[in-house]
C-alpha cells in the first residue's frame, strides 16, 4: 500500500520562485525597459540611452552615466531584495524614489541572458556580474566609464510560455517607446536616447522647462490646443495642461498622470478630469491631458502594484475634488471666442464644390460642400470613382443618378416625410407610418460602415486620392504601431506614406468616406491598432478601422441639414434595414407606430 506524504507543502527552490516574481515585475520587454530605467534616474543620471533589438527579444540595453557601484554592492544588487533605497518598514510610507523593492534585477535575470557593468567615481575598475537564467553568477574586474550599463540578451529564452505570448516586434516597441517617453517627459533635465535596430528613434536632449519637453515629443501643435494647469490647495500641488474644448479628441491619448514624478494609472484622477470637463466635452470625445502631481509621499501608496504602475490615495475624495477644480479652473476662464472657433457654415444651396477639410479644423466644423438640390444626393451616395481617375475629376461622375447603396437595400423604396431638424442634431421623420426622431450622425455612420464593410467583403473597396495630402505628425510609440500595419490599411483603401521619423501622409482613403478629420481619424485607427493582436477573427480586426473611418466621416451633430439632404439619409438608413445602433453600440431612432402614438393620446 503506497503511503502518503505527511509534508505536502514545501519551500519552492529560488529558481522557480524568481521566475514567479519575474512573471509579475517582467510582463513584457517595456516592463524591463522601465524598471532600468527608474534605477538609473534613482542614480542620478544625466544622460541614459536606451538600445533594442528586434522589439526586446534579442536586445534591450541601458546605459548611463550615474554614480554607478563598487564591486561589492554590483553582487549585492542582484541578489533578491537587494536595496539601497529602504533601510526599514517605516521607509516605506515616505518612498520617493522610483526603484525601491530590490527585485527588479534578479527578477530580470531569471528569465534572461544578463549583464552588468558598471563603475563608481571612486574605484579604479569597474565590475561586471554576469548569468543566464540567473542561475549560476560570474563577477570579474572590467573597465568600464563611470556609471552603470545592463544588457538583457534573449528574454523568455527559458521561459517559453511566456515567449510565445509577446505581441509583434512593432507592437512591443510601440509600449518601449512609450515607457520612456514617460521617463523623459517628467525629467526634461535629463538627456534621453532610444535606439532601434540601429537606427535612432529618438534623442531627446535636456530642456529647461517641461513645456520644452512636451514640444520635444508631441509636437508644437498638440502644445497650442492645450490650457496650462498650476493650482495648489492643501498640501496638493498640480501642473501641466489639459486640451480646449473645441480640441478634445475621439481616441484617450495622450492622457498621461505623474504622481511625485512617477507614471501611473489611477481611476481617481482620471475620473476627476471627465467630470472637469463635464458639458464642455462634447459627447463621444474625450479630454487630453498631462497632468503632474506633487503630493506628500505619506499620503500616497506607490506599493499596491508589482510594477508600480497604480498608486492608491489615504484621501482620494480629497485628489478627486482637487484635481477636478485644477482642470476646470482654465476651462471657465478660456471662453470659445478666445479659441477663435467659427460656427460652421449653414447648409445654403447655392453651388460649390466639395473641399477638403484642414486636419487641425474642430470636429465640429467639419464643411462637406455645398450642393444644389439636384445634386444633394452625392452627400451620401458612395461615389464611383476609381483611384485611377485624377482627383481634379473625382467628384464629376457623382450624381443623383447613381446607385446609392452598396448593401442590400429592402424591397421597396420607403416612405420618407421629413418634419424638420431638432439643435441641428436630430431628424424628426415620418416614415411609412411611423415617426421616427433620429441620431443624424449615428444613422450616417451605420449608412457609410454598411457600405464599408460590403466593399470590403466583395474586397472592391476603391480610393480616392486626397486633392492635397494630410501630413500627420505623431507621437514616437505611435509611429511605430503605425508603420507596421500600413500593408494592412491599404487594403482597406487608406493609403498612408512614412515622412520622415515622427511624420505621417495620409494620400488617398476610401471614396465611400470623402471629407473627415484625417488627425482625429488616425488616432482612433491607432488605438484600434493597438488591439489587433489580441483579436484572432480578421472580422474583428477589419470592423474596428471601419467602425472609427465611418464615425469620423459620418455627418456631426451640430451640422445644419437641408430637407433634401434629410430625406436622401433617411432613405438610406431605412434601405439599410433601419439598423437601431452604430458600429459603436449608440441608438440611431427612437421609433412610435401610429398604435402607440394613439395610446399616448387617447385614441385607441
Given at each position: 500500500m503506497?503511503?502518503?506524504?505527511?509534508?505536502?507543502?514545501?519551500i519552492?527552490?529560488?529558481?522557480?520562485?524568481s521566475?514567479?516574481?519575474?512573471?509579475?515585475?517582467?510582463?513584457?520587454?517595456?516592463?524591463?525597459?522601465?524598471?532600468?530605467?527608474?534605477?538609473?534616474?534613482?542614480?542620478?543620471?544625466?544622460?541614459?540611452t536606451?538600445?533594442?533589438?528586434?522589439?526586446?527579444?534579442?536586445?534591450l540595453?541601458?546605459?548611463?552615466?550615474?554614480?554607478?557601484m563598487?564591486?561589492?554592492?554590483?553582487?549585492?544588487?542582484?541578489?533578491?531584495f537587494?536595496?539601497?533605497?529602504?533601510?526599514?518598514?517605516?521607509?516605506l510610507?515616505?518612498?520617493?524614489?522610483?526603484?525601491?523593492?530590490?527585485?527588479?534585477?534578479?527578477?530580470?535575470?531569471?528569465?534572461?541572458?544578463?549583464?552588468?557593468?558598471?563603475?563608481?567615481?571612486?574605484?579604479?575598475?569597474?565590475?561586471?556580474?554576469?548569468?543566464?537564467?540567473?542561475?549560476?553568477?560570474?563577477?570579474?574586474?572590467?573597465?568600464?566609464?563611470?556609471?552603470?550599463?545592463?544588457?538583457?540578451?534573449?528574454?523568455?529564452?527559458?521561459?517559453?510560455?511566456?515567449?510565445?505570448?509577446?505581441?509583434?516586434?512593432?507592437?512591443?516597441?510601440?509600449?518601449?517607446?512609450?515607457?520612456?517617453?514617460?521617463?523623459?517627459?517628467?525629467?526634461?533635465?535629463?538627456?534621453?536616447?532610444?535606439?532601434?535596430?540601429?537606427?535612432?528613434?529618438?534623442d531627446?536632449?535636456?530642456?529647461?522647462t517641461?513645456?520644452?519637453?512636451?514640444?520635444?515629443?508631441?509636437?508644437?501643435?498638440?502644445?497650442?490646443?492645450?490650457?496650462?494647469?498650476?493650482?495648489?490647495?492643501?498640501?496638493?500641488?498640480?501642473?501641466?495642461?489639459?486640451?480646449?474644448?473645441?480640441?478634445?479628441?475621439?481616441?484617450?491619448?495622450?492622457?498621461?498622470i505623474f504622481?511625485?514624478?512617477?507614471?501611473?494609472?489611477?481611476?481617481?484622477?482620471?475620473?476627476?478630469?471627465?467630470?472637469?470637463?463635464?458639458?464642455?466635452?462634447?459627447?463621444?470625445?474625450?479630454?487630453?491631458?498631462i497632468?503632474?502631481?506633487?503630493?506628500?509621499?505619506?499620503?500616497?501608496?506607490?506599493?499596491?502594484?508589482?510594477?508600480?504602475?497604480?498608486?492608491?490615495?489615504?484621501?482620494?475624495?480629497?485628489?478627486?475634488?482637487?484635481?477636478?477644480?485644477?482642470?476646470?479652473?482654465?476651462?471657465?476662464?478660456?471662453?470659445?471666442?478666445?479659441?477663435?472657433?467659427?460656427?460652421?457654415e449653414?447648409?445654403?444651396?447655392?453651388?460649390?464644390?466639395?473641399?477638403?477639410?484642414?486636419?487641425?479644423?474642430?470636429?465640429?466644423?467639419?464643411?462637406?460642400?455645398?450642393?444644389?438640390?439636384?445634386?444633394?444626393?452625392?452627400?451620401?451616395?458612395?461615389?464611383?470613382?476609381?483611384s485611377?481617375?485624377?482627383?481634379?475629376?473625382?467628384?464629376?461622375?457623382?450624381t443623383?443618378?447613381?446607385?446609392?447603396?452598396?448593401?442590400?437595400?429592402?424591397?421597396?423604396?420607403?416612405?420618407?416625410?421629413?418634419?424638420?431638424?431638432?439643435?441641428?442634431?436630430?431628424?424628426?421623420?415620418?416614415?411609412?407610418?411611423?415617426?421616427?426622431i433620429?441620431?443624424?450622425?449615428?444613422?450616417?455612420?451605420?449608412?457609410?460602415?454598411?457600405?464599408?464593410?460590403?466593399?470590403w467583403?466583395?474586397?472592391?473597396?476603391?480610393?480616392?486620392?486626397?486633392?492635397?495630402?494630410?501630413?500627420i505628425?505623431?507621437?514616437?510609440?505611435?509611429?511605430?504601431?503605425?508603420?507596421?500595419?500600413?500593408?494592412?490599411?491599404?487594403?482597406?483603401?487608406?493609403?498612408?506614406?512614412?515622412?520622415?521619423?515622427?511624420?505621417?501622409?495620409?494620400?488617398?482613403?476610401?471614396?465611400?468616406?470623402?471629407?473627415?478629420?484625417?488627425?482625429?481619424f488616425?488616432?482612433?485607427?491607432?488605438?484600434?491598432?493597438?488591439?489587433?493582436?489580441?483579436?484572432?477573427?480578421?472580422?474583428?480586426?477589419v470592423?474596428?478601422?471601419?467602425?472609427?473611418?465611418?464615425?469620423?466621416?459620418?455627418?456631426?451633430?451640430?451640422r445644419?441639414?437641408?430637407?433634401?439632404?434629410i430625406?436622401?439619409?433617411?432613405?438610406?438608413?431605412?434601405?439599410?434595414?433601419?439598423?437601431?445602433?452604430?458600429?459603436?453600440?449608440?441608438r440611431?431612432?427612437?421609433?412610435?407606430?401610429?398604435?402607440?402614438?394613439?395610446?399616448?393620446?387617447?385614441?385607441?
Amino acid at each position: 500500500m503506497k503511503t502518503e506524504s505527511l509534508h505536502k507543502i514545501q519551500i519552492l527552490p529560488e529558481s522557480v520562485s524568481s521566475r514567479i516574481a519575474a512573471g509579475e515585475v517582467v510582463e513584457r520587454p517595456a516592463a524591463v525597459i522601465k524598471e532600468l530605467v527608474d534605477n538609473s534616474l534613482d542614480a542620478g543620471s544625466t544622460l541614459i540611452t536606451i538600445t533594442v533589438e528586434e522589439g526586446g527579444r534579442r536586445l534591450l540595453q541601458v546605459t548611463d552615466n550615474g554614480e554607478g557601484m563598487n564591486s561589492h554592492d554590483a553582487e549585492l544588487a542582484c541578489q533578491r531584495f537587494a536595496t539601497s533605497k529602504l533601510q526599514s518598514e517605516s521607509d516605506l510610507h515616505t518612498i520617493q524614489t522610483f526603484g525601491f523593492r530590490g527585485e527588479a534585477l534578479p527578477s530580470i535575470a531569471s528569465v534572461s541572458k544578463f549583464r552588468l557593468l558598471t563603475q563608481a567615481a571612486d574605484n579604479e575598475v569597474g565590475t561586471e556580474m554576469y548569468a543566464e537564467g540567473g542561475v549560476t553568477w560570474s563577477k570579474q574586474e572590467k573597465p568600464s566609464p563611470l556609471g552603470t550599463q545592463i544588457e538583457i540578451k534573449d528574454l523568455f529564452f527559458n521561459t517559453p510560455g511566456r515567449l510565445k505570448f509577446l505581441k509583434t516586434v512593432g507592437t512591443e516597441f510601440s509600449k518601449i517607446c512609450l515607457c520612456v517617453q514617460q521617463a523623459a517627459l517628467v525629467h526634461h533635465d535629463v538627456h534621453v536616447r532610444l535606439i532601434h535596430n540601429g537606427h535612432t528613434v529618438f534623442d531627446f536632449p535636456e530642456t529647461p522647462t517641461t513645456m520644452d519637453r512636451i514640444r520635444q515629443i508631441y509636437g508644437t501643435k498638440l502644445l497650442d490646443r492645450m490650457l496650462p494647469i498650476n493650482y495648489e490647495q492643501s498640501g496638493l500641488h498640480i501642473t501641466g495642461f489639459s486640451a480646449s474644448p473645441y480640441h478634445t479628441r475621439s481616441s484617450r491619448s495622450p492622457q498621461e498622470i505623474f504622481v511625485n514624478r512617477r507614471a501611473v494609472k489611477n481611476t481617481t484622477i482620471t475620473h476627476a478630469a471627465y467630470e472637469a470637463y463635464g458639458s464642455f466635452l462634447p459627447k463621444g470625445q474625450h479630454p487630453v491631458f498631462i497632468l503632474f502631481i506633487d503630493i506628500p509621499p505619506s499620503t500616497v501608496d506607490v506599493n499596491v502594484h508589482p510594477t508600480k504602475r497604480e498608486v492608491r490615495f489615504s484621501h482620494a475624495d480629497v485628489v478627486h475634488a482637487i484635481v477636478k477644480t485644477a482642470i476646470r479652473q482654465p476651462l471657465k476662464d478660456q471662453t470659445l471666442t478666445n479659441l477663435g472657433v467659427q460656427p460652421a457654415e449653414p447648409y445654403t444651396g447655392s453651388e460649390s464644390t466639395p473641399h477638403h477639410a484642414s486636419p487641425s479644423s474642430s470636429y465640429r466644423n467639419i464643411e462637406y460642400g455645398n450642393t444644389t438640390n439636384e445634386t444633394v444626393g452625392s452627400l451620401f451616395m458612395p461615389p464611383t470613382t476609381h483611384s485611377s481617375r485624377s482627383p481634379e475629376t473625382a467628384h464629376e461622375h457623382t450624381t443623383a443618378h447613381e446607385p446609392r447603396a452598396l448593401y442590400a437595400q429592402t424591397d421597396h423604396e420607403p416612405h420618407v416625410v421629413s418634419l424638420g431638424q431638432v439643435n441641428q442634431t436630430f431628424l424628426v421623420v415620418q416614415i411609412d407610418d411611423q415617426l421616427q426622431i433620429i441620431d443624424q450622425h449615428t444613422a450616417h455612420e451605420r449608412v457609410l460602415f454598411e457600405r464599408l464593410w460590403d466593399a470590403w467583403h466583395k474586397r472592391a473597396i476603391d480610393t480616392q486620392p486626397l486633392l492635397i495630402p494630410e501630413p500627420i505628425e505623431l507621437p514616437s510609440h505611435q509611429c511605430e504601431l503605425l508603420a507596421e500595419f500600413l500593408p494592412e490599411l491599404a487594403k482597406l483603401g487608406l493609403e498612408i506614406d512614412r515622412f520622415g521619423d515622427r511624420s505621417f501622409v495620409i494620400r488617398a482613403v476610401p471614396s465611400i468616406v470623402g471629407v473627415m478629420p484625417y488627425s482625429a481619424f488616425l488616432h482612433d485607427v491607432l488605438e484600434d491598432l493597438a488591439e489587433w493582436k489580441s483579436h484572432d477573427s480578421i472580422d474583428v480586426k477589419v470592423r474596428a478601422v471601419l467602425a472609427s473611418m465611418a464615425c469620423q466621416s459620418a455627418v456631426q451633430a451640430g451640422r445644419l441639414m437641408s430637407e433634401p439632404e434629410i430625406t436622401v439619409l433617411v432613405k438610406d438608413w431605412a434601405q439599410a434595414g433601419q439598423p437601431m445602433t452604430c458600429p459603436h453600440g449608440r441608438r440611431v431612432s427612437l421609433r412610435f407606430s401610429t398604435e402607440e402614438l394613439d395610446k399616448i393620446f387617447g385614441r385607441a
